[in-house]
């Protein structure tokens, strides 16, 4: 980036706070652009509420910013609203979508290349990702740099989501681990961290087109193989149950972390043409994560659903 200003579309949740963390430690000039609920330190703030196209272009008028980085658009009319906001706002932008756009019919871990739509599993979620993907794919021709990074499950400390800590609240109170079906299905991470790092890679490389990009740590997990990580990080007995079909008539995502389904995406692609990998394995970004949160804290949160018990008494446990 030449003059290295940056703006932030949201920034104050938890991938996006990162995101303005990384660029600040690289000593970028940066700019929010959200509804102002939040105030961060070190930054421009511009208040808009994205939802609403004449406020934002009011916001943006006679602005000019090197790089755009969108980090919580969800749908096509967000993504529209905005690159109608940002023209002659700059001429590269980057955009978080998510691994949810691949179709039903994509190969496991699939490649950019894979057919998008959003799998059925993921409901109206990964429909509008994907159709938000293209609405930037038809603007693109207005950008000299237009990049959709697509990662899976993203973890670290302070994750807006129940996921890592629903294990390891449940590991700290010495509780069985539940797992959908036959605790097979497989998913792939990426630790908040390495997202901000691919987007400031991408941000600074010399690459100047539309393209797409997976992002993740390239090991592959089961759901049993998850919490087997997840126990040894933090040396808990792993004390897992595969369910079969104990939870019959109830969906995974209504008792457990995750839907019982693969979250996966192949990263080759951004290794090998922009030369990004993560900084650290994945036990050590799972391991600094949990440093963050202190035991009694998680134990304190966990919170056995109703669903839970019906399967333990279903098993015979309880």
């Known amino acids: 980036m030449k003059n290295d200003s940056v703006l932030v579309i949201g920034g104050s949740g938890f991938v996006g706070r990162q995101v303005v963390n990384s660029f600040l430690s690289a000593h970028k000039k940066v700019t929010l652009l959200n509804r102002g609920n939040i105030v961060l330190a070190g930054v421009e703030q511009l208040i808009a509420d994205r939802n609403d196209i004449n406020a934002l272009k009011t916001a943006l008028m006679g602005r000019h910013f090197d790089v755009v980085i969108d980090t919580n658009c969800y749908t096509p009319l967000q993504a ?13 932008i980057i955009v978080i979508s998510s691994a949810s756009v691949y ?15 959003g799998a059925s599993v993921w409901g109206v979620y990964g429909k509008e990702k994907s159709g938000m993907e293209e ?3 038809l603007a693109s021709h207005a950008y000299d740099k237009c990049i959709i990074l697509r990662p899976p499950y993203i973890f670290g400390p302070q994750n807006s989501s129940d996921r890592e800590t629903w294990f390891w609240a449940r590991q700290a109170a010495n509780k069985p681990v539940l797992l959908p079906g036959n605790g097979l299905s497989k998913v792939q991470f990426i630790h908040v961290e390495d997202v901000a790092n691919a987007i400031l890679h991408v941000a600074e490389a010399d690459y100047f087109k539309h393209d797409t990009f997976n992002i993740a740590d390239p090991t592959i997990l089961t759901f049993s193989q998850l919490a087997t990580l997840l126990a040894q990080v933090a040396g808990f007995n792993d004390k897992q149950i595969a369910v079969g079909t104990a939870a019959s008539g109830a969906d995974a995502r209504s008792w457990f972390p995750f839907r019982d389904y693969p979250c996966l995406a192949s990263s080759e692609k951004i290794g090998n043409e922009l030369g990004w990998y993560p900084k650290q394995s994945l036990f050590d970004c799972f391991k600094s994560t949990l440093q963050h949160y202190q035991l009694p804290s998680l134990i304190k949160t966990m919170m056995p659903t109703s669903t839970e018990d019906m399967i333990l008494k279903r098993l015979g446990i309880y």
């Open 80 to 92: 529209h609203y905005l690159t109608q906001g940002l023209q002659e706002t700059s001429r590269n």
């Open 103 to 117: 179709a039903d019919d994509a190969t496991q871990p699939p490649t950019e290349s894979e057919p998008t739509g």
């Open 135 to 137: 609405v930037y794919r």
